[in-house]
C-alpha cells in the first residue's frame, strides 16, 4: 500500500489485499429518509429524474466501472452545502449566494432508503481500512480508486456513509448501485416535510421517493439559507 502522506491522498492496496479486511466490523445500518438535489432538464422543461447512479468517474466516488452511485444528504441544508459551498465566499460576501434563476433550475426529492450496510467514514475506520481523511477532500481519481474497492469487497456493502468536507458535522451517502434497489418507486405520501404517516414494510426493498418539487418552492430553503447565511440574489 502506498505511504499516508499529508497533503497526498494514498492509493488503496490491490484488491485481494484490501479485501482481507474485516470490513463488516466498520459499517452501520444507513436506511431512512435522504434529500436529493437534481437539476433541470433544459430539453424537456422538467426534472432529470432523482434516482441517478453515476458511472460517469467525475466525482469522488464514481468509477466508470464500478456499480453506479447516487449522492443523497440528510437534509437540505447539507445537500446544498454539497452543491454549492465550493464556489461560495466566505459569511457577508456577495458569492455566498444564490441567485432566483438558478433556484429556478433545481428541484429536490426526498427518498427513502432501505435498511442498507454503509462503511462508516465519519470516525477511526478510515485508518483501519489504510487511509485517512483526504479520502473525502482529496484527489478525485485516487479516491475513486478506493471506491472500487469498496464496491468489490466480499462484504458486499450498500455505499459509504462520510462527513460532508465542507461541515464535518454533516453526513452524506454514497448509494452504491446493488441489486434490488431499482426499479424505484414513486410514493407521493413522501413530502419534503418527511411527516407522512407511510412507513417502509419489509415488502419495501426498493428505493422509494416522492414527488419532485422546485427548490424554490421547499418550505426548508429560508431556513436552510438562514442557518448557512447565505442570501437569494434577483
Same mark, same amino acid.
Given at each position: ?48 429524474p ?27 441544508s ?29 428541484? &429536490?426529492? &426526498? ?27 482529496g ?7 478506493w ?84 442570501a437569494?440574489?434577483?
Amino acid at each position: 500500500m502506498a505511504k499516508k502522506i499529508p497533503g497526498k491522498l494514498n492509493a488503496p492496496p490491490p484488491q485481494a489485499e484490501f479485501d482481507a479486511l474485516p470490513l463488516d466490523k466498520w459499517c452501520r445500518n444507513g436506511g431512512g429518509f435522504f434529500v436529493r438535489i437534481h437539476s433541470l432538464n433544459a430539453g424537456t422543461g422538467k426534472p432529470w429524474p432523482p434516482l441517478h447512479f453515476s458511472r460517469r468517474n467525475n466525482t469522488r466516488f464514481d468509477p466508470a466501472d464500478g456499480e453506479g452511485t447516487l449522492y443523497i444528504a440528510g437534509t437540505l441544508s447539507g445537500a446544498l452545502m454539497e452543491m454549492l459551498d465550493d464556489r461560495w465566499g466566505p459569511v457577508g460576501s456577495a458569492g455566498r449566494s444564490i441567485t432566483r434563476k438558478e433556484l429556478k433550475t433545481m428541484w &429536490v426529492t &426526498v427518498i427513502s432508503v432501505p435498511p442498507v450496510h454503509l462503511f462508516d467514514a465519519t470516525g477511526p475506520n478510515l485508518s483501519k481500512i489504510g487511509t485517512d481523511a483526504q479520502l473525502l477532500s482529496g484527489d478525485h481519481k485516487v479516491a475513486r480508486a478506493w471506491a472500487l474497492r469498496l464496491m468489490r469487497h466480499p462484504a458486499g456493502i450498500g455505499g459509504i456513509l462520510y462527513p460532508s468536507r465542507h461541515d464535518p458535522q454533516r453526513s452524506n451517502v454514497a448509494l452504491f448501485e446493488r441489486p434490488g434497489l431499482l426499479p424505484g418507486v414513486l410514493n407521493k405520501r413522501i413530502g419534503p416535510s418527511i411527516a407522512t404517516k407511510w412507513k417502509r414494510t419489509k415488502e419495501h426493498e426498493t428505493l422509494i421517493y416522492g414527488c419532485a418539487m422546485p427548490l424554490q418552492k421547499h418550505p426548508d430553503l429560508k431556513k436552510s439559507l438562514l442557518e448557512m447565511e447565505a442570501a437569494i440574489l434577483p
